[in-house]
């Protein structure tokens, strides 16, 4: 079996990433005995964590378990984009035990920006790891060989401005058109200068990326009526089908593909059986 582990921004990146993870036939883990021990080191030992720390709201810092018999995955969510380098360089230094089993594989997978281009956001992370001897990314959305394999993706396609929520409209023009119809009517009904909006009502909704967030949380309220929209991603239809056919949605598959696939050496010996 070998370990890949994923640092993403957010939970919803977390159920985006879990559906490529699924179309190797990769499954959830909920119960700790079905885990891979590679990854207990990361397991909470106590609670509130770290220790010394006595903040009761602050999530559990444990990632989402994937496996089949050849892969187990860890995904993170490390909760902002600040967090995507030095949680990368801590799982790595406590999974991995002298003389003990290494990493196969680390993705990093982060939005891009307005006002940084993906390539200044690739490089800063690139750049990061390869201060920490990891391998040296060459550009976004490739993968290079390590030990461990490395691939940095700037979301939505490596170069353009934006965030998860573009790929998942495009993939809900495949997939759910007349609710993307309905949910871009509601979003652009809001009239953000009429009263009796106060300020602090619509900072989130007024950001770069607040109505293409909006777009989408309002297609996952109509699939999942007052659950989160990472419950979307993970229960519903948004990627699959034709949206598996959107060259930005292959572009990504692709990069989660070249982090699962065996090693050069070992292809020979797994070619027989699927991952």
Same mark, same amino acid.
């Given at each position: 079996?070998?370990?890949?582990?994923?640092?993403?921004?957010?939970?919803?990146?977390?159920?985006?990433?879990?559906?490529?993870?699924?179309?190797?036939?990769?499954?959830?883990?909920?119960?700790?005995?079905?885990?891979?021990?590679?990854?207990?080191?990361?397991?909470?030992?106590?609670?509130?964590?770290?220790?010394?720390?006595?903040?009761?709201?602050?999530?559990?810092?444990?990632? !989402?378990?994937?496996?089949?018999?050849? $892969?187990?995955? #860890? =995904?993170?969510? &490390?909760?902002?984009?600040? /967090?995507?380098? %030095?949680?990368?360089?801590?799982?790595?230094?406590? !999974?991995?035990?002298?003389?003990?089993? $290494?990493?196969? #594989? =680390?993705?990093? &997978?982060?939005?891009?920006? /307005?006002?940084? %281009?993906?390539?200044?956001?690739?490089?800063?992370?690139?750049?990061?790891?390869?201060?920490?001897?990891?391998?040296?990314?060459?550009?976004?959305?490739?993968?290079?060989?390590?030990?461990?394999?490395?691939?940095?993706?700037?979301?939505?396609?490596?170069?353009?401005?934006?965030?998860?929520?573009?790929?998942?409209?495009?993939?809900?023009?495949?997939?759910?058109?007349?609710?993307?119809?309905?949910?871009?009517?509601?979003?652009?009904?809001?009239?953000?200068?009429?009263?009796?909006?106060?300020?602090?009502?619509?900072?989130?909704?007024?950001?770069?990326?607040?109505?293409?967030?909006?777009?989408?949380?309002?297609?996952?309220?109509?699939?999942?009526?007052?659950?989160?929209?990472?419950?979307?991603?993970?229960?519903?239809?948004?990627?699959?089908?034709?949206?598996?056919?959107?060259?930005?949605?292959?572009?990504?598959?692709?990069?989660?593909?070249?982090?699962?696939?065996?090693?050069?050496?070992?292809?020979?010996?797994?070619?027989?059986?699927?991952?």
């Amino acid at each position: 079996m070998h370990h890949v582990y994923f640092a993403v921004e957010g939970p919803h990146d977390v159920e985006f990433v879990g559906r490529f993870l699924k179309l190797h036939g990769l499954k959830r883990v909920q119960h700790k005995p079905r885990l891979a021990p590679f990854w207990t080191p990361l397991l909470p030992k106590s609670w509130p964590s770290p220790p010394g720390s006595t903040d009761l709201l602050k999530r559990v810092p444990v990632p !989402v378990f994937f496996q089949n018999q050849h $892969v187990s995955v #860890a =995904i993170d969510s &490390v909760t902002g984009d600040s /967090q995507l380098l %030095s949680s990368t360089i801590n799982t790595h230094g406590t !999974v991995e035990q002298p003389g003990g089993e $290494v990493l196969h #594989a =680390i993705g990093v &997978v982060l939005d891009s920006d /307005q006002n940084e %281009s993906a390539m200044a956001r690739f490089n800063t992370i690139a750049k990061g790891l390869n201060a920490e001897r990891f391998p040296l990314a060459t550009a976004p959305g490739q993968v290079v060989e390590g030990p461990p394999r490395l691939g940095i993706f700037v979301l939505p396609d490596n170069a353009t401005a934006g965030t998860l929520e573009d790929l998942l409209i495009e993939c809900a023009e495949k997939q759910y058109p007349q609710l993307l119809a309905s949910a871009r009517i509601h979003v652009e009904s809001v009239q953000s200068e009429v009263p009796p909006y106060e300020k602090s009502d619509l900072e989130d909704f007024l950001s770069p990326a607040g109505r293409r967030k909006a777009v989408v949380g309002s297609i996952g309220s109509i699939l999942r009526p007052g659950k989160s929209i990472q419950i979307s991603i993970q229960d519903n239809r948004w990627v699959d089908g034709d949206a598996l056919a959107l060259p930005r949605v292959k572009m990504f598959r692709a990069f989660v593909d070249a982090l699962l696939a065996p090693l050069p050496s070992t292809r020979i010996k797994d070619a027989a059986q699927p991952l």
